[in-house]
């Protein structure tokens, strides 16, 4: 683990292999992938539907594990980690965006977002401070006391793009986080999780259809055959 001490890649997954069994049949999904991400870049993955985009999403954060091979955050391997481990590394290193917003129906907008810092420890006063700060990067000052059912979508989801990063991790995975918005708050969603995770500096993995989506990322990948490989531009 030492050979990533004082390095500025961030993610380093090492011949990453995943497989499904269909009945009598093996699906190869990721075939011996190899990749290096460094700290503070936005990384946009794409590719056909169905082939491990979101299994490798969830590999990285912990959600999925690899039939072979090894991921690296910062020192830590996590694919070498007990389930307590990685419950932890999930709560305190990782902030998660779905394409459905699971926010808590019976909690305001703040709420949702401050919920997670205070579970973790994070002193209530803290914790709604931090959740204030980021409904500020996603402009949702004027609806902090409004709950989901009194929300649009693409409110919600920017709620999600806040919540995601109340923990200051040091990564955000987000997997299809505009999938079920028009093109209007598409844009706009896309646009504000871009900026908060550069104005906190985090390292941003948005798995996506969206073309318009992955364009915004410092990096495209094209997840195709098993492989991964940069889109040419």
């Given at each position: ?14 011949n ?59 020192d830590d ?7 307590k ?12 965006i779905f ?7 019976d909690?305001?907008a703040?709420?949702?977002i401050?919920?997670?810092?205070y ?13 204030k ?22 409110e ?48 941003l ?11 915004r ?7 195709e ?9």
């Open positions: 683990m030492n050979n990533l001490q004082n390095s500025s890649i961030l993610i380093k997954i090492d990453i292999v995943k497989n499904y069994i269909s009945g009598t049949e093996t699906l190869h999904i990721l075939k011996g992938i190899n990749y290096r991400i460094e700290k503070g870049k936005s990384v946009a993955i794409s590719g056909q539907s169905g082939c491990g985009k979101s299994t490798l999403l969830n590999i990285i954060g912990g959600l999925d594990y690899a039939n072979e091979g090894s991921v690296f955050i910062g391997e996590i694919t070498a980690l007990s389930e481990e990685i419950s932890l590394y999930r709560s305190k290193r990782v902030g998660f394409q459905f917003h699971y926010l808590l129906k909690f305001t703040l709420e949702n401050m919920l997670p810092a579970i973790a420890g994070l002193k209530k006063k803290e914790a709604i401070e931090r959740a700060s980021l409904l500020a990067d996603v402009k949702m000052e004027d609806r902090k006391n409004h709950y989901p059912a009194q929300l649009s979508g693409g919600r989801q920017r709620v999600a793009v806040a919540r995601s990063m109340v923990n200051n991790p040091a990564l955000i995975l987000a997997d299809e986080p505009t999938g079920n918005l028009d093109q209007q708050n598409s844009e706009i969603v896309a646009q504000l999780l871009y900026e908060s995770a550069k104005k906190r500096d985090k390292t993995i948005v798995v996506t259809h969206d073309k318009k989506v992955a364009e990322a410092s990096i495209q990948l094209i997840l055959n098993g492989q991964l490989r940069e889109e040419n531009n």
